[in-house]
């Protein structure tokens, strides 16, 4: 079974859950697009904790994303408690639609669910020829130490970039948070002054609660997403941002860096994995929804 053909299942699975079926659809496009990455756990095998926690009432799936305040390059949007896909989806395509008008785009999502994958996020601006930058906050806040204690930050943090690159896209997704999907793991002493900007970026802007005030978890607590798209013709242009592009990557190549510079080709025939495969089996027979037959 295949990336590609399980989005007919997905889309099914979520309408029946009360989802309008272009917000299902967005939501199932997101997870396969994690999947597609190499990101399972933030792709389909995530699918039943949301759908757990529409069933207990934490996520409302025919909320509808309002606007609460814009300019020509920000937005402001409240996501009322829906699906974290769903706003963050809308908020980047608004984010490219100003970035093209104006330059830059930079849209923030407040009252949300948790949206996956960041570097989904930033790969559907870099799709476009654009930069794309993705932050989300979390509401864990503790983190073990090799010693057994505990470090105080602001939470896992997951934020991503990606840049476009020839036919592909390049970018990295980066987390406080070890066992996080993340790329790149980020060192505790960072979580300072790093985390301090992130929570400014994501809470501060929205008036939103910072990680430190979030105490009920991750899945009770609501999430702030910020979505960024720049647009390369407003300064120096694609050209010479593509020949600096290459020269960058020649160069940690050459060097022997400790930087994977990551190529961002997502693979719809990739094959979904074996354990999140018997999840969502398992959550066609609770809901009752056909499986879908292998081509």
Known sequence: MTVAELRPFLIQVLIKKGMYAYEAEI????LLDADALGRPQEGCGSLAR???????GDIDPRAISLRKSETPATALIDANEGMGQV??????????E?????????????NSQQLGCPLVYARLAAQQGLIGLCLSSTAEKIMPREDGATHLFLGSQ????????????????FSFQPESNSKVTLPTELSAPLGLLHAVLTCGLTGERMPSEKTRGPHLERTEHVLVAINPEAFAGIAKLQRKTEALEEYFRQHGLPLDVQMLSADPFRPINP???????????????????QA
């Open 275 to 293: 354990e999140v495969l018997s999840q969502l089996q398992a959550i066609a027979v609770r809901a009752k929804v056909p499986w879908p037959e």
């Open 27 to 30: 939501v199932a496009d997101r």
């Open 98 to 110: 100003k970035a093209r008008a104006v330059g830059i785009g930079m849209v923030l999502v407040a």
């Open 50 to 56: 949301y759908l757990d926690c529409m069933d207990m």
């Open 158 to 173: 997951p934020m991503a970039y990606a840049i476009p690159y020839g036919e592909t896209s390049l970018g990295f997704d």
């Open 87 to 96: 706003a963050a989806t809308k908020a980047m395509e608004t984010a490219v």
